[in-house]
């Protein structure tokens, strides 16, 4: 029996909406802690955007050529890479394949954290933590230099559901999202994980020194 009109366009458009909703999950990414994401970088900077080119940076394996964004940058300050100024960083070209959009027009200054390839070159995607620098708070910027590295030793573990508790010394549960209802909550705006003076990890918001019991070290 032949199929209707009708239900051949209602079969493509399940086809379609399938393959849209696979595409739109092909990107997915679990929120970190600012600090977390420093930790896991390779590359931390802070720059301007003044370029953007789509290039071809090879083949796959089926020989088709892999395209990505290239994005010219102006480094203004270096926190954690190499020696030598980070002058591109690249992604890929759409958000399905956790590819980054930024302005390119020179006005907005980010930080940008992401991974140093095997040629030098600084790949980033949406699950680095990639935001524009006026949205950083005092504190951010502060531990950018000093305190998140001094917190790569400890663990910030993500509280999905209450109750939740930590399961080593080294642990520090970070509770924005269940307590705020936001990824980027208080913990994230204004602290920092911090090893203590027994070796133990805890939080410190880091405006005042940090008293003699929390740390056997000066405030950095």
């Given at each position: 029996m032949p199929f209707s009109v009708n239900g051949i366009?209602?079969?493509l458009v399940v086809l379609i909406l399938w393959r849209a909703e696979e595409i739109a999950e092909a990107c997915s990414c679990a929120?970190?802690?600012p600090q977390q994401a420093f930790c896991n970088a390779d590359v931390v900077i802070r720059?301007?955007?003044?370029?953007?080119?789509?290039?071809d940076t090879g083949n796959d394996i089926y020989g088709n050529p892999i395209k990505r964004i290239q994005y010219e940058v102006k480094q203004t300050k270096m926190f954690k890479g190499p020696n030598q100024d980070i002058e591109s960083v690249f992604t890929a070209p759409v958000s399905a394949v956790c590819g980054v959009t930024l302005d390119a027009s020179g006005k907005k200054e980010y930080l940008i954290s992401g991974k140093a390839e095997?040629?030098?070159r600084m790949h980033?995607?949406?699950c680095d933590y990639i935001m524009p620098w006026d949205s950083l708070s005092n504190t951010q910027r502060k531990s950018l230099s000093q305190r998140y590295?001094?917190?790569c030793d400890c663990k910030i573990v993500r509280c999905?559901?209450?109750p939740c508790e930590i399961s080593a010394r080294e642990d520090c549960l970070w509770t924005d999202l269940i307590i705020e209802k936001q990824v980027y909550g208080r913990q994230a705006s204004h602290y920092a994980c911090v090893k203590r003076a027994d070796g133990s990890c805890s939080w410190y918001r880091g405006v005042a020194p940090p008293k003699k019991e929390f740390m056997d070290a000066e405030d950095p």
């Open positions: 366009l209602c079969t929120p970190v802690h720059a301007k955007v003044v370029g953007e080119t789509e290039v095997s040629d030098g980033v995607t949406l590295q001094m917190g999905p559901s209450l």
